[in-house]
């Protein structure tokens, strides 16, 4: 009797075991879908609401669900671009895919108030550069968490560097215009390589010192990152990391290999410098935060006395855990060099194509030099080379658009055609597409004395509001410095014409001509 007691207790205890786990199983089920369906709600809503806000704006119609995917090359979106603000004024839309809206905007006033307040991401192109560099703390992250280190950055460049006469160094000019003799003894130059090469060095000078003039590897750093930075646009027009592709993974090997080339110069420079580590403890990986500082007794450097918070960043007590050795440093080498190659291959197309002018800046070089009682010369006082300098960073910018991503509309992109805004009419008159520097001068009260006048709202070759470029003004004075050195010893000419050659009118083949003395 007892024992079928037990059995049926038994029993009864299974059954509602079995009962109660499927009861609990049912539970966490019906959690979940109700989890699922209100994140989706949610997606919807926010997807409506993008479709609500975007009907206000005007824009072509889309002729397939997949929206105006097919944008071509960038020079065809550019003309897309352009041709659209032309039909549907300063603000238009474009649908990228069903729930990807960008939006073009080339009204000044609209633009500053946006770019002010803009605090969002930067728009997932982003990724491909952190495939690169691996995570930084000064860009492609929230401007919350790159503000404190972007405002150390750009503090430091003003300071220690705007109190010079001259931003680059005087052993620095040599080593440029020693490379453009060597560049000349086999005929003319590439305008855009020998740009790359200027802005390659004034760079690695300003965050390396003087070992990096000395560095054997570094014209195949200069390679390596120039060629990297041409596959990056590619490989970031995938949506999704495209892991299952052979070629990304060459690309991998490309940026490992870059990585590696730039902890050598950082040890490189440890010979002259105190190299130091600092590693976040709370970190499994111990991923180590790079600095330079100058050690005692050591050589002095003409770069910037790198602080070690430029590598790495405290924010609220806690260090950037997952923040990649050198991450910084390629990320500035990378942007500095392509905004300044930009700059410098920009002038030297426009002063071989107006030499009167490139006569005028040598007589205002000369005039300085001559009234300076310092040896170096004061490129402050040389308004017709900033003037220069500026008009031709309005008509070709570093990038031709200035873009943000709002998460609060569905991840809208917003974009200002930098490139268009600079060249429009309504702002910059109806020579608004001819290289003119005077426009960047004005009359002194009722002197005849010109004054440096940059007060543009459609100027915006380096950016605007929270994302600026932190070290516009030290490559404006850097850039500066370095054509005052250069016309001074030489005249830049085109190439001379052999037969019927045609002669393309952007990235031409020049030659340095030394100045008689």
Not at 421 to 446: H, I, T, V
């Amino acid at each position: 009797m007892n024992s079928i007691l037990k059995s049926v207790n038994g029993f009864i205890s299974s059954e509602s075991a079995r009962e109660y786990a499927k009861k609990e199983f049912n539970a966490i089920l019906w959690i979940a879908l109700i989890t699922i369906t209100a994140l989706l709600l949610d997606k919807v809503f926010t997807l409506f609401r993008l479709w609500s806000k975007a009907s206000k704006i005007p824009g072509p119609p889309c002729n397939s669900f997949f929206g105006h995917g097919n944008l071509g090359s960038r020079e065809n979106f550019i003309d897309l671009l352009s041709e659209s603000h032309d039909k549907y004024g300063s603000v238009f839309k474009l649908w990228l895919g069903p729930t990807q809206l960008l939006v073009s905007m080339k009204d000044p006033t609209l633009i500053k108030d946006m770019l002010s307040k803009a605090g969002d991401k930067l728009p997932c192109i982003g990724k491909a550069f952190r495939l690169a560099f691996g995570r930084s703390s000064l860009f492609f992250c929230s401007y919350d968490q790159a503000q404190k280190g972007r405002e150390s950055l750009a503090l430091e460049l003003d300071d220690k560097m705007l109190g010079r006469a001259n931003v680059i160094p005087k052993n620095v000019v040599d080593c440029i215009t020693e490379g453009v003799d060597a560049s000349m003894s086999t005929g003319s130059v590439d305008c855009k390589l020998i740009s790359q090469h200027m802005a390659f060095t004034i760079l690695g000078t300003t965050l390396f010192g003087d070992t990096f003039l000395a560095w054997s590897k570094a014209t195949f750093y200069e390679e390596l990152l120039m060629m990297i930075a041409k596959d990056a646009s590619f490989w970031a027009s995938y949506r999704f990391t495209p892991f299952w592709k052979r070629g990304f993974w060459k690309y991998q090997s490309l940026c490992t290999e870059l990585k590696c080339l730039t902890l050598d110069i950082v040890q490189q420079c440890g010979k002259n410098y105190k190299l130091f580590c600092h590693k976040d403890q709370n970190s499994h990986i111990g991923t180590a935060k790079v600095g330079i500082k100058a050690a005692s007794g050591a050589p002095p450097s003409s770069g910037v006395e790198m602080q070690d918070n430029f590598f790495y960043q405290e924010l609220g007590g806690d260090l950037i855990a997952r923040e990649e050795p050198c991450g910084n440093i390629m990320g500035l080498m990378f942007h500095g060099c392509i905004a300044t190659t930009s700059l410098i291959g920009s002038i030297l197309e426009r002063l071989v194509a107006d030499a009167e002018m490139q006569d005028k800046i040598y007589s205002e070089i000369m005039k300085v030099k001559k009234g300076s009682v310092r040896e170096d010369q004061d490129v402050e006082e040389m308004l017709l080379l900033l003037a220069t300098i500026y008009e031709s960073a309005r008509l070709l910018p570093a990038g031709p658009l200035l873009q943000r991503c709002s998460l609060k509309d569905a991840g809208a992109l917003l974009v200002v055609p930098a490139q268009l805004l600079q060249m429009d009419g309504s702002s910059w008159g109806s020579d608004a597409s001819k290289f003119n520097p005077y426009r960047f001068l004005s009359k002194a009260g009722k002197g005849s004395d010109l004054v440096q006048d940059t007060s543009f709202t459609a100027f915006l070759p380096f950016g605007s509001g929270m994302r600026t470029c932190v070290g516009q003004k030290f490559v404006i004075r850097g850039v500066a410095t370095l054509f005052a050195s250069l016309l001074e010893h030489y005249e830049v000419r085109p190439r001379p014409q052999l037969g019927n050659d045609p002669k393309s009118t952007t990235n031409p083949e020049i030659v340095f001509v030394k100045r008689g003395r």
